[in-house]
């Protein structure tokens, strides 16, 4: 069973840049497609970006595409996304997920996921 610990939330100004690390241990890092999710207060989660398993494949949500870049690091166990030119309606707990598939798209159900990073966006 995997474990995933979210990183490098915060405060950032609008217009500004975020990254954000999630670190997936106690499974085999490559068996998983992985996820960004996020919730602000009095909302539903929702769907951020996505990447494949083989990290070959990216899925972004419409309102964070051209903004928001998803990557993987396989030796490092690790997942990112990093936020340029965020803006204040970004401002949410941030969750990363794991799921044992090929794809990670909003459709797909998790298996797994983090605790949260707090992003707060100041405008």
């Known amino acids: 069973q995997v474990q995933l610990v979210e990183s490098g939330g915060g405060l950032v100004q609008a217009g500004g840049s975020l990254r954000l690390s999630c670190a997936a241990t106690?499974?085999?890092?490559?068996?998983?497609?992985m996820g960004w999710f996020r919730q602000a207060p009095g909302t539903e989660r929702e769907y951020v970006a996505g990447?494949?398993?083989?990290?070959?494949?990216?899925y972004y949500a419409d309102s964070v595409k051209g903004r928001f870049t998803i990557s993987r690091d396989t030796a490092k166990e690790t997942v990112y996304l990093q936020m340029n030119n965020p803006n204040p309606e970004d401002t949410a707990v941030y969750y990363c997920?794991?799921?044992?598939?090929?794809?990670?798209?909003?459709?797909?159900?998790?298996?797994?996921w983090g605790q949260g990073s707090q992003v707060t966006v100041s405008s």
């Open positions: 990447i494949s398993r083989s990290g070959s494949s990216e």
């Open positions: 997920a794991a799921r044992v598939g090929v794809k990670a798209t909003p459709e797909n159900e998790y298996d797994y």
């Open positions: 106690g499974g085999t890092f490559s068996n998983y497609a």
